[in-house]
């Protein structure tokens, strides 16, 4: 989670946001989703799982019979 915050955000996560969870209140296939705050606006973040983005590319290829 922290590597996808700081690849998106580009910095440290305690950087970004005042509060962040560490346990996510939801998960699927692509990712989960975590509670944060900053001040006192509340957020969910959705965090990609580490080389999602890869697989669905590759599988995305194979449907279509890209190389």
Do not use: C, W
Not at 19 to 37: C, H, L, R, T, W
Not at 44 to 59: A, L, N, S, Y
């Amino acid at each position: 989670k922290q590597t996808a915050v700081l690849d998106s955000f580009k910095q440290d996560i305690t950087n970004v946001f005042d509060k962040f969870d560490s346990e996510p209140i939801a998960s699927g296939s692509i990712g989960q989703v975590y509670k944060a705050s900053i001040g006192s606006e509340d957020f969910v973040v959705k965090v990609r799982h580490p080389g999602v983005k890869e697989m669905i590319d590759k599988d995305l290829s194979i449907l279509f019979g890209a190389s």
